[in-house]
């Protein structure tokens, strides 16, 4: 009898040469007026996978059986010829969501390649990639964008250590901070949730009064730059 054990490998970010199954985005915007939102995927692959899909709230150990979510995602189950695409499909359900800031949820997509024939009927093991990127629901009574939310985000700082305070009602996603072009953070993007503050370290002291440059994540998911003065 053959044996397949699966290793998942996590990706935060899509793209990898790894997977042959790649989201097309790297965030999926909900706008509350929708029906419906579609994320695509790509096998750039020449072999068929099976996709399995889900969205959890924010726990990373997720699975599709232990997510409770208020989205119904179809389908759940599909299996994607090579050079093929297929269409995820997300239905908000009617459940209470905060009306006055974003919430953010997590979609996964576990990539499970085929058995090579020449291994089938053997004892075998094969790398399954997972692809997680993040969900906003953004009510339909938040005014702005999220570039008019960069606008109220203060930037305090004392020594290495940063704080950056959102004011406003969406998520902010930091990449990094640089000051004459020479990037400071130590650690990865910081994701700072509405109307709420996070921390950061910084490689040397950053004073006050200076001016830096925070690089940030905007809906499309590319890379955007604001000056602020540190306070």
Known sequence: ????????ALLLATGSSWANIVINGTRVIYPEKSKEVIVQLVN?????SLVQSWIDDGDIN???????VPFLLSPPVVKVSGHNGQQ???????????????????????DI??????LKNQNTVQ????????????????RGSLDDALTKME????SREIRL???????ITVANIAISGKELLLNDAVMVNPFSQASASAKRPIAKGQTIQVKYVDDLGAYKSKSFVVR
Not at 44 to 48: A, F, Q
Not at 155 to 158: L, Y
């Open 88 to 110: 995820l499909r997300i239905k908000k359900l009617p459940a209470l969501l905060p009306g006055d800031r974003e919430s953010v949820f997590y979609l996964n997509v576990l």
């Open 155 to 158: 930037i305090q700082a004392e």
């Open 165 to 171: 305070v959102n004011n406003s009602p969406f998520h």
């Open 113 to 118: 390649p085929p058995v090579p024939e020449n």
């Open 62 to 68: 997720s699975t599709p059986e232990t997510a409770r």
């Open 127 to 142: 790398l399954a990639i997972k692809s997680r990127i993040k969900l906003f629901y953004r009510p339909l009574s938040l």
């Open 1 to 8: 009898m053959k044996k397949i054990v699966y290793l998942f």
């Open 44 to 48: 750039n692959g020449d072999d068929p």
